[in-house]
């Protein structure tokens, strides 16, 4: 989905709530989940190519860096949205804001497990879902589980994935923030908060991480619908 696409999407959700700052959240959560399969992600093949000579603490790093600055670039427009005088506008921006940023992280998620060869098993469906599932709880994937990756598709834990992303999105939104925050305060938090999850995620696959030399191969990822 493009960005306007995003954002129509999540106005219309505000007005079908009648404004109401609990059900947008609700209805980005839901835009978060239907965004997450369609994040694209480039797999350990792809990403050595792209960093050429360069281990994997060094490709993690440099991922690091490239989804703080977008993260950043994000945080800025939430900043000045923050500074809009018409509440119901402000939360509409915001709210697409929250899922710009979702999807950055998403694919860092997902690139930081490719790095450190800890893909999960299964098709893109399984795959985005633990990803998904990796983000709201910054942590990384423990891909020797299958069956907690299995789990992750049932719909008790569709709905408590829908609970774990409305109350991260509450604890990152600015709008529950002083109306005065500015586009450099945005940006400084979502660069902070970025590298923070990459800090945790990373923390967990170096405990299990797989050597290059020892990963069996592995298919390219392929989009959905390809």
Known sequence: MTGAGRLSSVKRGVRKGGESAKEAIGHIADLIIHIAPRVPVRDLATLRAHFPGLGPEEIADRLVVGASRATATVGAGIGAAAMMPVPPAMLAELAAEVTGVAAVEMKLVAELHEVYGRRPPGNIARRSTAYLTAWTEERGIEVTR????????????????????????VRDLPSLMPFMVGAAVGASMNRRDTRKLAERVRKDLREKQIPWDRLPEQPPLRPEGS
Request: aromatic share 0%; net charge positive.
């Open 146 to 169: 299958p069956s907690s990756v299995d789990a992750a598709l049932s719909g008790r834990m569709k709905r408590e994935l829908r609970r774990q992303i409305m109350k991260r999105t």
